[in-house]
């Protein structure tokens, strides 16, 4: 029986790898006139979606890669190492990686099967995340397991909708801004100022250390502030974030604070939650994220925090729309993947964390070397993957082509990240160690 039905299914395979072809072929007869008429067709009655229209060209990672890749097209023994994207490199340590395999062996079981999950997330995940990772300052049921903050960050601006202002940091990352304008809450670009009308930016440069005059921007309803920052790699220090609160409090303003990368801090002054701040609770949603913390880059896993306290003007309490967004479009993070998150949090996971972040920032501080013994202004890399290195005046997607070019290595033009960016080049620390040591090599017979 088993044997008839193995040879019915290769008759069925073979039968349907015939007609493919032969649909294939049939449709390659059809002539030219047929094609432009079947295009022409094809257009719906349907009207675009406005706001898309405004987005500035592509998404700035996506074009790297365009560009990296033609320089390997003219170049096909080009030997390329990227400095560029944050995309971790090292392999998921072992006991974390035990908890991902336990996690998918257990749906082979009887006992151990689960279909949908809470939304919200596992329970036990979100009480090791407030116990571990924020001492207990937050509430389990106020954690939002989810695919990863940059995912979050889209639902929170769902949430939102068009009619609110939002602040960013200039540079940000730009997924602030692109969301801000996919939802409708901006005019058009302008060109010359490389901003959104509608935006408010916050300045960030090196003389007011790359932290913004929060009190000095005009209000907006919604602020974003990342620390440790992408992508300048500076971190804010408890003092600027207590004002930012106290700022927020104050003008009637949530603060989304995005704390992707706060497992790189080492600096004893510098709040690694924002609800580590007096008063934040009444005014903070905080975002972040496993992929840097074990690796998780590719395996999507990340959490919001919205505190039961925090409300809208109509007293509405946040966390009950933010429910509603979740419960709605998202049939929460895998289960094998919050195994994996549960695993993280173990004090075997932790340890293995902390090896991971140690390793990067040993990189990130070669990078920091490299560039202040060529005589350049460097930021972060202490306590964040990134430096941000001051080109002098130069414009940073000629350097971004240039260094490609004489050295190839792939790194990120600060004015990807906004026009406060311009003049700057983002350096990441996730690539392998011989990767960094053969880049800086590189680097200083280019760049010297």
């Known amino acids: 029986m088993k044997l008839s039905l193995a040879v019915l299914a290769l008759t069925l395979s073979s039968a349907l ?6 649909n294939a072929a049939h449709r390659r007869t059809v002539n030219s006139d047929t094609s432009m008429t079947t295009q022409l067709q094809a257009t719906t009655g349907v009207a675009r979606n406005k706001n898309f229209a405004k987005l500035a060209g592509g998404y700035l990672f996506p074009e790297i890669g365009r560009r990296r890749n033609a320089y390997l097209e003219q170049n096909p023994s080009a030997n390329i190492i990227s400095l560029g994207i944050g995309d971790t490199t090292q392999p998921i340590p072992s006991a974390i990686l035990k908890g991902l395999v336990d996690g998918a062996a257990a749906l082979g079981t009887q006992d151990g099967y689960s279909g949908y999950g809470a939304e919200q997330g596992k329970a036990d995940l979100r009480e090791k995340i407030s116990e571990v990772l924020y001492n207990g300052l937050i509430d ?8 990863g903050a940059k995912c979050d960050i889209q639902r929170i601006q769902n949430m939102f909708g068009p009619d609110v202002t939002s602040a960013v940091q200039d540079p940000s990352y730009p997924v602030y801004v692109d969301t801000s304008v996919m939802m409708g809450q901006t005019q058009q670009l302008d060109e010359a100022k490389g901003q959104y009308d509608g935006i408010v930016y916050m300045e960030c440069n090196e003389a007011n250390g790359f932290y913004p005059d929060v009190a000095a921007s005009p209000r907006a309803d919604v602020v974003y502030i990342c620390s440790p920052n992408n992508p300048t790699g500076v971190a804010a220090t408890r003092a600027q974030l ?6 927020c409090k104050e003008r009637g303003s949530i603060l989304v604070f995005d704390a992707a990368y706060a497992p790189f801090i080492r600096s004893s002054d510098v709040p690694k939650s924002i609800f580590e701040i007096e008063g934040a609770k009444d005014c903070a949603i905080e975002v972040n994220s496993f992929s840097k913390y074990a690796g998780f880059t590719g395996v999507r896993l990340g959490w919001t925090v919205v505190p039961e306290g925090l409300k809208f003007s109509d007293g509405t309490p946040v ?7 979740m419960t709605t479009s998202f049939n929460g993070a895998s289960n094998i993947v919050q195994a994996g998150g549960l695993a993280c949090l173990s004090p075997a996971g932790m340890k293995e964390i902390e090896t991971l972040i140690d390793y990067y920032l040993e990189n990130a501080g070669i990078l920091r070397k490299t560039f202040i013994d060529l005589g350049y202004n460097v930021y972060g890399g202490t306590d964040a993957p990134y430096i941000f290195v001051s080109l002098n005046g130069k414009s940073s997607w000629d350097t971004f082509s240039e260094i490609l070019e004489k ?42």
């Open 319 to 325: 966390r009950q729309d933010f429910n509603r967004v």
């Open 242 to 247: 207590e004002e930012t609160v106290k700022v």
């Open 17 to 22: 790898s015939f007609t493919i072809p032969s």
């Open 140 to 147: 389990p049921s106020e954690v939002f397991v989810s695919d």
């Open 407 to 448: 050295a190839e290595v792939v790194t990120i033009p600060g004015a990807g990240f906004g026009p406060g960016g311009e003049g700057f080049l983002r350096l990441s620390a996730f690539a392998p160690r011989e990767g960094v040591i053969e880049a800086c090599e590189r680097l200083k017979k280019a760049m010297a």
